[in-house]
């Protein structure tokens, strides 16, 4: 396989991931909206502090207000994160590899791409937000049925889940910091509404709840939900499990060596620790660990297998 098709597979299914989980963040902060009391407000900062790029929101915006960050997530083109940016850096992934998605899929993320676009002004008002929302979502998980039934299960497929589980595993780690932090406001007399609301958004945020009760078989607090979306094994969301794909995918490409050690020294880090014990502060410091940890990865398999940058070969 050519290292450009390679990356452009790999790319595609990043983007693809990074439009439905921008998307997802957001209709479950709206909703969240709709179970708090009266009075109390979440703010929409923490929804710009999960993708990391509060200087370059800084830069072009004034406040973090609603219509702002809506429109930042959403519909910003300068924004790598937003929906409409990550579906047309996808589209012309898949444009370029067009001989090797099936044509389907092809089709499907092209008329997605349109409906982000032309929908986009609907969907930043308050009653267009959620079935816009939903659409995205639906949308992304309709490509990603297709690709997994219709695309060759080869190398491009391996490179494919690759994308998607890094990008998962990185959205994952910022949703469990950010959220478990910054969401809610706390009440000195009476704690436990709150937090409890506020772990159910944590889970929600991943579509994890419905599992999470079923795996756990306990109450939805602090430590059963750490352990649960980093250290699991069967939820396709949590840490563990997306670097246990990306490990078996990179068994089945040559010279892996390298990767393999990246990725196994992740892993043993991340199962190595007692999530559930962690204070706040030790929390954050173990997500920034598990991003460059991340971010050490992706260089790897760049290094190994992509294109060297172009200013790399002048």
């Known amino acids: 396989m050519l290292s450009r098709v390679a990356e452009s597979i790999y ?71 937003s929906v409409l940016r990550a579906m047309s850096s996808a589209r012309e992934n898949c444009r370029t590899i067009r001989d090797i998605v099936p044509r389907e899929a092809w089709e499907q993320i092209n008329e997605l791409y349109h409906f ?21 979502i639906l949308g992304v998980q309709t490509i990603s049925g297709l690709l997994a039934e219709t695309m060759l299960h080869d190398q491009g497929f391996k490179f494919l889940l690759i994308g998607r589980n890094i990008e998962r595993a990185d959205m994952t780690s910022r949703i ?59 939820f396709p969301r949590a840490l563990h499990h997306c670097l246990e794909t990306v490990r078996q995918c990179l068994e089945g490409l040559p010279q892996n060596e390298a990767c393999l050690r990246v990725e196994g020294r992740l892993k043993r880090f991340l199962l190595g620790s007692e999530v559930e014990r962690l204070t706040q502060s030790e929390l954050h410091t173990f997500v920034d660990e598990l991003q460059l940890g991340i971010a050490d990865l992706h260089a790897e398999i760049a290094r190994s297998w992509f294109p060297p940058p172009l200013d790399a070969a002048i």
């Open 11 to 81: 790319w595609l299914a990043r983007h693809l991931e990074r439009a439905e989980d921008s998307a997802r963040i957001v209709m479950v902060s709206a909703n969240l909206l709709l179970d708090l009391p009266k009075g109390v407000a979440t703010g929409w900062r923490p929804l710009v502090d999960i993708t990391g790029a509060n200087d370059f929101f800084e830069e072009h915006y004034r406040e973090y207000g609603e219509r702002q960050v809506m429109k930042f997530l959403l519909g910003d083109e300068r924004h790598a994160g």
């Open 116 to 136: 982000v676009r032309d929908e986009l002004q609907q969907g930043m008002t308050k009653r267009g937000r959620h079935p816009y929302l939903r659409q995205v």
């Open 176 to 234: 469990v910091d950010v959220r478990s932090a910054s969401l809610l406001p706390q009440d000195p007399d009476d704690p436990r509404p709150f937090d409890t609301l506020q772990w159910v958004s944590v889970l929600n945020s991943l579509s994890a709840y419905q599992m999470y009760r079923r795996s756990e078989q306990v109450r939805v607090q602090r430590g059963p939900v750490l352990r649960f979306l980093i250290q699991s094994a069967e």
